[in-house]
T-cell receptor
């Protein structure tokens, strides 16, 4: 049974399009995250939600809008996609907000913008 | 300068060798230190977690933290082909945001 799942796994799209990535966790965790991993494997946090509330919003363009309809879901909508948005996007969750809590990662969504 | 520096490798070793991975950091406030392992086309998974200076051992894995030098290490003894992965160090300071290193890609040759 998958703990953190993401859809789609692969996304190929044209510049300027709008796309969404969905994330669901069945671990009963309170906190969820979105990370971006670039081609050099560098993993950088984008957003963090705790109990559906936005906690962390790093310097991410406002073309990226997360939405958490409930504690188990955190979706990411991206408007006006750009070439530089090509990356792997990981969703993660942790039991609580505290930084030392283990984060459980999803399998990633590979986004390629042409 | 990045907050956490990690040599991206790649590192290739024969089976049975000791693998040594390192990260340095600039933020002396970091309190807890983690190592994540990421297999190809998978998400990272927590491997080791330490909260203070010193060594922590778990099977073939040893994590070492030297806060005075702002330096952490991960050692893998008797390395196996199944250890081939990217290893990411991560650290934080009492809030809810981890800072990750760039990851070191390791290949263990059979």
């Amino acid at each position: 049974d998958t703990a953190v799942s993401q859809t789609p796994k692969y996304l190929v799209t044209q510049m300027g399009n709008d796309k969404s990535i969905k994330c669901e966790q069945n671990l009963g965790h309170d906190t969820m995250y979105w990370y971006k991993q670039d081609s050099k494997k560098f993993l950088k946090i984008m957003f963090s939600y705790n109990n559906k509330e936005l906690i962390i919003n790093e310097t991410v363009p406002n073309r990226f809008s997360p939405k958490s309809p409930d504690k188990a879901h955190l979706n990411l909508h991206i408007n006006s996609l750009e070439l530089g948005d090509s990356a792997v996007y990981f969703c993660a969750s942790s039991l609580a907000l505290a930084g030392e809590e283990t984060q459980y990662f999803g399998p990633g969504t590979r986004l390629l913008v042409l | 300068q990045k907050e956490v520096e990690q040599d991206p490798g790649p590192l290739s070793v024969p089976e049975g060798a000791i693998v040594s991975l390192n990260c340095t950091y600039s933020n002396s406030a970091f309190q807890y230190f983690m190592w994540y392992r990421q297999y190809s086309r998978k998400g990272p998974e927590l491997l080791m977690y330490t909260y203070s200076s010193g060594n922590k051992e778990d099977g073939r894995f040893t994590a070492q933290v030297d806060k005075s030098s702002k330096y952490i290490s991960l050692f893998i003894r008797d390395s196996q082909p199944s250890d081939s992965a990217t290893y990411l160090c991560a650290m934080g300071v009492g809030d809810y945001k981890l800072s990750f290193g760039a990851g070191t890609t390791v290949t263990v040759r059979a």
